[in-house]
Structure formats: structure tokens, C-alpha cells
């Protein structure tokens, strides 16, 4: 699939996804888009476009594997969550993702952990993370945690 849209992403030279581990070192960004499990698209996604039209530096892409989502079981059915196949497929999502990027002049960042902590580790003072907004409450509940760890850093979450 072809961009339709050239993204400005800072470029983090690396051939497998960028560990959280090793952005430390590097200035903070002034913009970021956390890529969700349930919207992994560069075309067509309308809250990546604001993050990289709001941007002045370049956008810093970021997944997180979140425990509460790979790890976790159904509080309706009580399974896990995240099967085999489907979490095969996400990494498969994931890895079409990082090659989309770096096809594009930039690198993913991968990172696991409670999506606050990983996002309070890579933001700072003035940094804008933007995301796709959800509708489910467990989700809802990860950005209002986001949010609330981001304000603290003096960071904003930006839903489009």
C-alpha cells in the first residue's frame, strides 16, 4: 500500500522496532502518535494526520504492549484476551506497521509496559501525544490514566 500522505518522522536508523530503552538518550519530542492495537493504519487515519500537521520537529511513532491488554482475560468470558492467533496477528500488524515506516524515513519505537508509565518515560513538558479517541470503557480508562500521567509531566493527550 502506497502513503498518501508524506509523514515527517523523526528518523531512528534501526532494522527491527527501537526497545523504549534506547529513545532515553535521545531530546524529547514534541510530538508523538501512540499507535493503538485496534487502529494500526498510516492511511487514512485522520488523528495521525493532526499529530503530524500540528508537529514543527517531526512525529515520534510509538506502539506499546500493554499487560492489561496482552496479557489479560475477558471480564465477560472469562478467556484471555489475546489468543494465540490473534496475537500473532498483531505482531504481524505491528511489524507491517514498522516496515511502512521506515519505507517512509522513520522507525517505530516498541515498548511494553502500562501505557501511562511508557508514555510518561518518553514525554515531556510540552510534549502533545496523539491517539485514535475509543468508545469501550476498558479503553477509556487507559487514556484517562495516559492523560492524567501526561498532565503530570506537564504533556497533553490529544484524541482525534
Known amino acids: 500500500a502506497k502513503m498518501g500522505h508524506k ?12 526497545p523504549l ?9 514534541g510530538t508523538v502518535y501512540w499507535f493503538r492495537p485496534s487502529d494500526l493504519r498510516l492511511d487514512d487515519n485522520p488523528p495521525l494526520l493532526a499529530a503530524c500537521a500540528s508537529a514543527s520537529s517531526g512525529v515520534l511513532p510509538l506502539f ?16 484471555r484476551r489475546l489468543g494465540i492467533r490473534r496475537a500473532a496477528f ?8 514498522r516496515r511502512r515506516i521506515v519505507a517512509g524515513g522513520g522507525e517505530l519505537v516498541v515498548a511494553h509496559g502500562r501505557p501511562e508509565e511508557v508514555l510518561s518515560e ?4 510540552g ?17 484517562r490514566r495516559a492523560r492524567a500521567a501526561l498532565e503530570g509531566r506537564g504533556a497533553r493527550l490529544v484524541e482525534a
Open 7 to 18: 509523514m515527517n518522522v523523526h528518523k531512528i536508523p534501526a532494522s527491527t522496532p527501537t
Open 21 to 29: 530503552s534506547q529513545t532515553r538518550a535521545r531530546p524529547t519530542p
Open 64 to 79: 506499546i504492549f500493554d499487560p492489561s491488554y496482552t496479557g489479560a482475560t475477558s471480564p465477560l468470558s472469562g478467556r
Open 90 to 97: 498483531l505482531l504481524e500488524c505491528v511489524e507491517d506497521l
Open 122 to 125: 518518553v514525554a515531556g513538558d
Open 127 to 143: 510534549t502533545e501525544v496523539y491517539c485514535q479517541a475509543e468508545v469501550a470503557s476498558e479503553e477509556r480508562g487507559a487514556l
